[in-house]
């Protein structure tokens, strides 16, 4: 099941750890599941298909990289079933757009109100999601003292996981891998 974050204390980013895969694509089926039945929303086959390609990767999928994926599942082959299926995810809570690549990727958080940021790495385009407190920062500070009121925020990073610097720990700016 899963759990809210406090607003104090952000979830670990998840998504560039090891962890138990298979275990994360079913309990992100069944939280969809079981998130679908309360509201009384339909979670087609093809919407069910999709929320599990995009659990399969930890990186963003392009629609058109989820209309191949779809059509190989034996689902329809016009773009309109991977943008509608894609559509309902992300209006759902299950899965977010990745603006600067244009793509989705599965939720980490479902059901759990919050500002996610993503850390894309530009070598394998891995993506792992991390809880933003942009209304708290600096940039909800200059938004209040212009009386402007956030809605939305797109927080995106681009750099190198741990894979790809070479398995070091330190930040990319430390050379190791580059």
Same mark, same amino acid.
């Given at each position: 099941?899963?759990?809210?974050?406090?607003?104090?204390?952000?979830?670990?980013?998840?998504?560039?750890?090891?962890?138990?895969?298979?275990?994360?694509?079913?309990?992100?089926?069944?939280?969809? %599941?079981?998130?679908?039945?309360?509201?009384?929303?339909?979670?087609?086959?093809?919407?069910?298909?999709?929320?599990?390609?995009?659990?399969?990767? *930890?990186?963003?999928?392009?629609?058109?990289?989820?209309?191949?994926?779809?059509?190989?599942?034996?689902?329809?082959?016009?773009?309109?079933?991977?943008?509608?299926?894609?559509?309902?995810?992300?209006?759902?809570?299950?899965? *977010?757009?990745?603006?600067?690549?244009?793509?989705?990727?599965?939720?980490? *958080?479902?059901?759990?109100? *919050?500002?996610?940021?993503?850390?894309?790495?530009?070598?394998? %385009?891995?993506?792992? %999601?991390?809880?933003?407190?942009?209304?708290?920062?600096?940039?909800?500070?200059?938004?209040?003292?212009?009386?402007?009121?956030?809605?939305?925020?797109?927080?995106?990073? %681009?750099?190198?996981?741990?894979?790809?610097?070479?398995?070091?720990?330190?930040?990319?700016?430390?050379?190791?891998?580059?």
């Amino acid at each position: 099941m899963t759990q809210t974050p406090s607003a104090d204390a952000p979830a670990d980013p998840v998504g560039f750890g090891r962890h138990d895969h298979a275990s994360c694509i079913a309990d992100g089926l069944a939280e969809a %599941e079981a998130r679908c039945a309360a509201k009384g929303l339909r979670l087609t086959p093809v919407r069910r298909k999709a929320l599990e390609i995009l659990l399969q990767e *930890h990186r963003a999928l392009g629609a058109y990289d989820m209309l191949d994926r779809l059509r190989a599942a034996g689902f329809g082959s016009q773009p309109p079933v991977a943008y509608r299926a894609l559509d309902f995810l992300v209006a759902g809570g299950f899965a *977010h757009k990745i603006e600067c690549l244009n793509a989705f990727i599965a939720c980490a *958080h479902p059901g759990a109100r *919050h500002t996610p940021a993503f850390m894309i790495c530009r070598t394998c %385009e891995a993506v792992a %999601e991390a809880q933003a407190a942009p209304a708290r920062g600096s940039l909800g500070k200059a938004a209040r003292a212009s009386g402007f009121a956030i809605e939305r925020t797109v927080v995106e990073a %681009e750099g190198l996981c741990p894979a790809c610097q070479g398995g070091a720990e330190g930040g990319a700016g430390d050379g190791a891998g580059a």
